[in-house]
């Protein structure tokens, strides 16, 4: 655990202890000091520490000009370290989580500093926790990226195809026909529209009615008259439109060897 503290107090000497007592403990990084409101807002500002060690009366004002001050957003856990023991009531107005006064024991400070540090536990694991159930439940989207993904509603169920999972697809009036292992989908979609969203890379419209998945494809032969016969790896077999012999020859030249 690594928290950030700043400390902004006008006592040299009470700094210097205050230091030294944090630096015993390995999970505190002191980011930075300051000795006024002016130096603090710009150090807190900046550094946006986790705990701030505060003393209560600075030459140029005080340590709640210094929190009013501050971005509304930012919440600090505050321990004020004060000889002002008339102050404890605003403290707490002002959300501090403990007031230490000076003198103190070093069982004081140090029981305080734990309490901190349970605070910033219970922060950060709370913090997880909505950020876990915020990419679970991110306006219910389906965890993969939506545009590889076409959604199906089948008897009131939402069902997401990834594209990589469809096979062929087949024109069947207004509704295209997505192949899916041993079954199908009808898809609300023209040919047209749908192979408009496919990657091109990926599928090959053959036929007026068919588009292919590239990787499927087991064997191709020409049959004359700018026709081909396509088997994929399912079992399927295909035979291509001629109209679309220059895109076919285009795109298996490159993905399974020299067609003739």
């Not at 403990?98 to 305080?112: A, G, H, M, Q, T």
Request: hydrophobic share 40%.
């Amino acid at each position: 655990m690594n928290i950030s503290v700043a400390l902004i107090d006008d006592e040299p000497f009470a700094l210097i202890r205050i230091k030294k007592l944090l630096q015993i403990d390995d999970d505190i990084q002191i980011v930075g000091e300051a000795s006024g409101v002016e130096d603090a807002i710009k150090l807190l500002k900046f550094k946006k520490p986790e705990i701030i060690f505060m003393d209560i009366k600075m030459p140029d004002g005080t340590g709640f000009d210094i929190l009013s001050r501050l971005d509304p957003t930012y919440k600090p856990y505050v321990i004020f370290v004060t000889a002002f023991d008339n102050y404890a009531l605003k403290a707490f107005e002002y959300n501090a989580i403990d007031y230490i006064l000076k003198p103190f024991e070093n069982s004081r400070f140090f029981k305080v500093v734990e309490k901190a540090k349970e605070f910033i536990t219970l922060k950060r694991s709370s913090k997880i926790t909505k950020q876990i159930s915020a990419l679970i439940n991110q306006d219910d989207k389906p965890y993969q990226d939506e545009k590889c993904q076409i959604k199906i509603v089948e008897k009131g169920w939402d069902i997401f195809i990834d594209h990589q999972d469809i096979m062929l697809v087949e024109s069947n009036g207004n509704y295209c026909k997505l192949h899916i292992s041993n079954k199908f989908y009808l898809y609300k979609k023209t040919m047209k529209e749908l192979e408009s969203e496919l990657n091109s890379s990926e599928f090959l419209r053959i036929h007026r009615s068919y588009i292919v998945n590239i990787n499927l494809i087991k064997e191709v032969k020409y049959l004359g008259k700018n026709e081909y016969a396509f088997e994929l790896s399912t079992g399927i077999k295909i035979t291509s439109g001629r109209s679309f012999s220059d895109k076919i020859k285009s795109c298996l030249s490159l993905k399974v060897g020299s067609i003739s």
